[in-house]
């Protein structure tokens, strides 16, 4: 793989069924001012059975491919091999880039920087209302201080998604980084490995990216019979990135990871009984889940609404049934 000099960002969009969307995203990233020479928008169409691949073949200047539908962790993974600038941004088809956030002097920026992931802000969109998650200041992360920084910096701003984040091109191939087809927290996983061989991270105040959380995939609403297998995995690779960095486990990134994964597993006992299942049902499956278990005693203190829910399986059932209820 070889880097095009003339091109600085490479944008990477995977696309399966977005075709109420992926018009407004495209958009958002064609109006930004800026030298359309210096960037890159590559669309890979993870077979879509809409029309979603007719209507990014109609959009110019844009590089668009189409694959078999073999998930989005592979279409992103297609478009790392196919990306020629050094910078990646990895954007979802039903989001968009806020007008503004890509300018000639921040690609000049990029281009004159080796720094390994550069974190910003985003605009959040839930239910008609606005919020933003936004870092507080400006900072350079330096490997040697991780230790000191990092957890702050992530308890502020979101540690999982990519959507937030920019990544040198360099890092993700130099140290074969790629997707690994998880139905849930394969993005969390590409993070830990390139927080893990990164020497330099950007945090920057500035908000550049529209989420919308309305817009989630339904993927968290069916059952996965490897979602323990997959959450421990991922688990296993938090834990070394931590270990390297030199950050102790008990921090507050690693006791929400864990608490999420046990709130993940509890959803997924209702996702498998289409929420019919009864409570002895519920108790009994959990308690015979060995690395349930093993996850639940990590959880030691009670910082939160939801750390408490997750030592009790009983507050558990009751607030994921009632979720359940008023989510249909």
């Known amino acids: 793989m070889t880097v095009d000099l003339k091109k600085i960002l490479s944008i990477v969009i995977p696309i399966y069924n977005s075709s109420k969307s992926i018009e407004r995203c495209l958009l958002s990233i064609k109006q930004q001012n800026v030298n359309k020479n210096k960037i890159e928008i590559i669309a890979v169409?993870?077979?879509?059975?809409?029309?979603?691949?007719?209507?990014?073949?109609?959009?110019?200047?844009?590089?668009?491919?189409?694959?078999?539908?073999?998930g989005v962790g592979a279409a992103r993974n297609f478009g790392?091999?196919?990306a020629k600038g050094k910078y990646i941004w990895f954007v979802d088809s039903d989001d968009e880039i806020l007008p503004g956030s890509i300018t000639d002097s921040w690609?000049?920026?990029?281009?004159?920087?080796?720094?390994?992931?550069?974190?910003?802000?985003?605009e959040g969109r839930r239910n008609g209302k606005n919020f933003n998650i936004v870092n507080d200041r400006e900072q350079l992360l330096v490997r040697g201080d991780f230790s000191k920084s990092l957890v702050d910096v992530f308890s502020k701003n979101i540690l999982n998604p990519l959507w937030n984040k920019i990544y040198l091109r360099k890092t993700i191939v130099d140290n074969s980084i790629r997707f690994n087809g998880f139905k849930v927290g394969e993005d969390a996983c590409f993070n830990y490995k390139v927080i893990s061989n990164s020497e330099l991270i950007q945090v920057s105040t500035d908000i550049k990216y529209i989420y919308y959380f309305d817009s989630v995939t339904s993927v968290k609403h069916n059952y996965d019979s490897g979602h323990m297998k997959d959450a421990s995995e991922r688990m296993i690779l938090m834990e070394n990135m931590f270990n390297q960095l030199g950050i102790p486990l008990k921090n507050i990134l690693y006791e929400k990871e864990v608490v999420d994964i046990l709130f993940g597993a509890e959803r997924n006992i209702f996702n498998r009984y289409n929420g019919n299942v009864s409570f002895r049902e519920y108790r009994e499956l959990l308690k015979n889940n060995d690395i349930f278990m093993r996850y639940r005693s990590r959880v030691t203190s009670f910082r939160s609404k939801k750390n408490l829910v997750s030592k009790s399986i009983w507050l558990s059932f009751i607030v994921i049934k009632i979720s359940n209820k008023y989510n249909k």
Not at 61 to 66: A, G, Q, R, S
């Open 45 to 70: 169409d993870d077979g879509s059975t809409d029309d979603s691949l007719e209507i990014i073949k109609k959009c110019k200047n844009i590089k668009v491919y189409h694959q078999e539908n073999k």
């Open 80 to 82: 790392i091999e196919k």
């Open 107 to 122: 690609l000049k920026k990029l281009e004159l920087s080796n720094i390994d992931m550069f974190l910003f802000g985003t």
